[in-house]
Structure formats: C-alpha cells, structure tokens
C-alpha cells in the first residue's frame, strides 16, 4: 500500500472512527469519501500528493474496517461523523475541500449542505436512484434493490446482507466498459480495490448495508439549498453511474458545474487523478494526469 499515516478518532458517545492521511502532512487537506462498499485504504494520485503538495484524508465509514458500528447511523450522522473524524485529525473547527465518488456522494452532498464542505468534487457520483427523473430513466432491473429498500427496508438489508466482497468485484467489473476493465484488471488497482472491499465488508458487511440503504432510499437533502461550489466530473465512457451523466443530479444543483470528459470512463478518479485534484484545488495544469 501506498505509505499512509494510521488515523483513529473517538466521537463523543465513545465510538472509533478510523482512518488513514496520504501524502504530506503539512499539505493542503482534502477529504475522501470513497465508493460502495471501500474502505479507508482506497485512495486516487498517490503519485501527485506530494507534488501538488495534497494531504488526503480517508475514513471506513461506521461499521467499516476499523471503525465502529453505529446502528442508528443515518445520512445526518454518517455526515457529522466525518466533520469530527476532520476536525479532530486537523485539530481545528472549519471546512474542508471534500471529493466523493461513486455511492458516496450522498455523503458529500450532505456535508456540503450542512455547509462544512468548502467545495465538493463528485467524480463519477452515483444519483438518486429513488427521485423520480431518474427512476424513469432506468430499466426495472436497475431500480429493483432501491424499490425494495423504499418498500420493505428490511427485506432489502437481508439481500444485501448475502453480498460477498466477491460479489461486489464481480458486479462493477463485469458491469464496466472494456476500456474501464482494462485499468481495474491492472495489478496496482485491482489490489487496492480487493484491500478496501475488505474493509468495506469487516463486521459481516454490515456497514455496507447501512450505506446503501441510505443511499438507495429518499436522500431527503434540500440539493436547490446547497451553496458550496459543486463540480459533477463524469467519463463519457462511464456505463454505470447515472443514465445522462449526472445532468438532472446537476439541475438540482445552483452553485455547479457539470463536465464530462471524452477520453475517460467510470475510473476517471485515478485515470484522470490530476484533473480531480486542480478542481478541488482551484488549480489549473500544474501535472499531467
């Protein structure tokens, strides 16, 4: 693994919130937020932190890798969880430039609605299975987990529950385009990604449940309220993360911009890791991607 600095946070109510700090520790923070089922070891352009002088900070969610289960967790407080995990680890109150991707960008959102999110970055963000545009956009087979997490929220935990890391492989592998399978089958990914599913599904999966029933039910976040800058960054290429590439996630939205880049697909976090980091940064071609 790429070298990182071990994190480990106690909330208020007694709970360990783990994580990890890549690149310099005197660089500028960014906070991570990783995809479905990743835990803290997943991370993008550790070969960039050092140049672009980039501390990036990663967390297993509750009930992920090292980070205790919480069983009343929710969207607010997966949120406030992450503020804490921050403010403790920085050992200052404030924002924090935030980049989600994936199935987290629920959580972004949400920390930037609670307005500690000073920027958010969502590259290649999952949208709201359970808002309508978008559920009409999708054929049924695609909807059928979110119908059942909005219908019978325990019958879909048990489904998910019987998920394996495995499985979680298998299902975005297979699902991706050839030029996207290409990249994850790469050893230096694909090795990366085992290490977070792991994580990701420590304490029998149960904090991955607990995400994707958050995130496939109502979000119920006020997106036309949101103020902080938001960037929607999607590879034309990506076959999986949103039917029109994050445009209607994007009409929800006031203070945003929607970019979607010809030559990348859904890996466009590590494929295009330098363009990800100049967003967040306000930067402009300081490395090539």
């Known amino acids: 693994m790429d070298s990182a600095e071990p994190i480990s946070v106690r909330t208020p109510d007694g709970r360990i919130l783990s994580g990890l700090s890549f690149g310099p520790r005197s660089g500028n923070p960014v906070l991570f937020m990783a995809g479905a089922a990743t835990g803290k070891s997943m991370h993008f352009g550790a070969d960039l ?106 019958e879909a935990e048990r489904v998910l529950t019987m998920l394996t890391p495995a499985d979680m492989e298998s299902m975005v592998l297979e699902g991706a385009s050839e030029e996207d399978r290409a990249f994850y089958f790469g050893d ?22 607990r995400d994707t029933l958050i995130a496939m039910r109502p979000w119920g976040l006020r997106l036309s309220d949101i103020q ?28 945003v911009r929607r970019e979607v880049l010809s030559d990348a697909g859904g890996a466009l976090l590590w494929t295009h890791a330098g363009r990800v980091f100049e967003t967040i940064l306000g930067r402009k071609n300081l490395r090539p991607d």
């Open 49 to 154: 932190l050092q140049g672009m002088n980039v501390r990036l900070l990663t967390m297993d969610r509750p009930g992920m890798g090292d980070s205790t289960f919480h069983s009343e967790r929710t969207l607010a407080s997966t949120a406030d969880d992450y503020r804490s995990f921050v403010e403790t680890t920085l050992g200052r109150s404030g924002s924090i430039p935030v980049v989600a991707n994936s199935q987290a960008s629920v959580f972004g959102l949400a920390a930037a609605a609670d307005g500690w999110a000073s920027k958010l970055v969502l590259a290649s963000p999952a949208d709201e299975l359970a808002h309508p545009q978008i559920h009409e956009m999708l054929p049924a087979e695609a909807t059928q987990l979110s119908d059942l997490a909005r219908a019978n929220p325990r």
């Open 188 to 209: 230096s990914f694909l090795s990366l990604y085992r290490r977070a599913l792991e994580e990701g599904f420590e304490g029998n999966g149960r904090g991955y449940v």
């Open 228 to 255: 902080t800058t938001v960037t929607i960054l999607f590879g034309v290429g990506d076959l999986g993360h949103s039917p029109d590439h994050g445009a209607t996630l994007a009409e929800r939205l006031v203070n």
